[in-house]
């Protein structure tokens, strides 16, 4: 199986920046992709960022320019720089990865997320 640990959130005044880590670890062949959603109150997970082992990315619309991810394929450990945070960016935020991985039997495909860790933007 595999385990991901994410850090890094916290509170942060309206224009500030944090930066979020996600290190996974376990029975990893590779690790093939590997992405950031989030999660506010009465609202959907949504996508945030994603980043595959190659360094193709994917952002949310809303926040091109603000956000960047990237990973450390080495330490399969994915971070997400998140810069002139704003009130509206208060949730969850969740790291998922999609790995290769051996189960105790053979090698086979699988996602897995996070516990969560909470980012607070206050105005």
């Known amino acids: 199986q595999v385990q991901l640990v994410e850090s890094g959130g916290g509170l942060v005044q309206a224009g500030g920046s944090l930066r979020l880590s996600c290190a996974a670890s376990g029975s990893i062949s590779r690790i093939n992709a590997m992405g950031w959603y989030r999660q506010a109150p009465g609202k959907q997970r949504e996508l945030v960022a994603s980043?595959?082992?190659?360094?193709?990315?994917e952002y949310a619309d809303s926040l091109k320019g603000r956000f960047t991810i990237s990973m450390d394929n080495a330490k399969n450990t994915v971070y997400l720089q998140m810069n002139s945070l704003k009130p509206e960016d208060t949730a969850v935020y969740y790291c998922?990865?999609?790995?290769?991985?051996?189960?105790?039997?053979?090698?086979?495909?699988?996602?897995?997320w996070g516990q969560g860790t909470q980012v607070t933007v206050s105005s």
């Open positions: 998922n990865a999609g790995a290769t991985y051996y189960n105790s039997r053979y090698y086979t495909r699988g996602g897995f």
């Open positions: 980043i595959t082992s190659g360094g193709t990315t």
